[in-house]
């Protein structure tokens, strides 16, 4: 999984937004529109991100798929929460 954070995280221009998700998602549940409010940026800007994470099995959803569906990280991505941490860390 190692490889696939690296891409999702450092080879997309993507990336930084989806590690401020991931970052906010590693605190507690969120739906998309407290996502939108929390990281200041466009509610179809955190959709898209969101359903990147979702089919790369980083984060995972509970509801309907509508307005108040949460978002958490999947538990291969609380397993390799280091590996974001050293990404951003090397980013900056």
Request: glycine share 6%; no cysteine; aromatic share 10%.
């Amino acid at each position: 999984m190692d490889k696939l954070i690296w891409w999702v995280f450092a080879g997309t221009a993507g990336g930084p937004n989806r590690a401020r998700i991931v970052r906010a998602l590693n605190e507690r549940p969120y739906n998309a529109n407290q996502l939108a409010e929390k990281l200041n940026l466009n509610y179809k800007t955190i959709r898209h991100h969101l359903k990147t994470l979702e089919e790369n099995k980083m984060i995972d959803s509970s509801g309907e798929k509508k307005y108040g569906t949460l978002y958490f990280l999947t538990s291969g991505m609380e397993e390799n929460y280091h590996v974001l941490n050293e990404i951003i860390k090397n980013l900056l």
